[in-house]
């Protein structure tokens, strides 16, 4: 058997045998895992459309070149190519404000000193439920008063400041107050 048999090269996806789809398998296994560590954690952690964007291109490539319906060895050097992409994206996305609208996108805030922001809101195509919720979540009210800030974050997520809190304390003899302001 040679190298041609084992990885069934030239072969039509339709008669390709388990025994030439397991080394197929193996072989792109071992190059997504190198893939991945090339690309760096963030890639993985798929914080921006461009990432979700990336790792559906890279999987149906690399599966593509598991099943034969495309050429093995062009699908993995397609993988690589598209890691490299996304590595010089992502730099160029580091170093011009430009690149980094169009590649992660940008916040959007929702609500500021309790106020919520109804152009923000349509902008985004979020409703006030879809805030509430993510207040009830994350900052474990519903009363907008108690929100310094919310914000769509570049990712998607909501992410809430509380007010903080002050609480007055009256001195002996009713004399003095003294103002105690703690963070959420």
């Known amino acids: 058997m040679d190298f041609k048999d084992i990885f069934g090269l030239g072969t039509q996806p339709i008669h390709l045998t388990t025994l030439q789809v397991w080394p197929r398998t193996i072989l792109v296994l071992c190059c997504a895992l190198i893939l991945v560590k090339l690309a760096h954690k963030r890639f993985m952690a798929r914080k921006t459309a461009f990432e979700y964007v990336l790792g559906f291109i890279l999987a149906s490539v690399l599966a593509r070149a598991i099943n034969g319906s495309a050429p093995l060895f062009p699908s993995i050097a397609a993988g690589f190519l598209l890691v490299g992409l996304q590595w010089i994206i992502a730099h160029?996305?580091?170093?011009?404000?430009?690149?980094?609208?169009?590649?992660?996108?940008?916040?959007?805030?929702?609500?500021?000193?309790?106020?919520?922001?109804?152009?923000?809101?349509?902008?985004?195509?979020?409703?006030?439920?879809?805030?509430?919720?993510?207040?009830?979540?994350?900052?474990?009210?519903?009363?907008?008063?108690?929100?310094?800030?919310?914000?769509?974050?570049?990712?998607?997520?909501?992410?809430?400041?509380?007010?903080?809190?002050?609480?007055?304390?009256?001195?002996?003899?009713?004399?003095?107050?003294?103002?105690?302001?703690?963070?959420?």
């Open 92 to 184: 160029l996305a580091c170093r011009f404000t430009s690149w980094e609208w169009l590649v992660k996108g940008k916040p959007e805030l929702l609500i500021q000193n309790g106020k919520l922001n109804d152009a923000s809101l349509r902008k985004s195509d979020l409703s006030v439920e879809d805030v509430l919720e993510d207040l009830r979540l994350e900052a474990k009210t519903e009363d907008f008063s108690q929100i310094r800030l919310a914000t769509l974050e570049r990712n998607g997520d909501i992410s809430v400041l509380r007010q903080p809190r002050v609480i007055l304390l009256k001195v002996e003899n009713g004399v003095q107050f003294v103002e105690v302001h703690l963070e959420a």
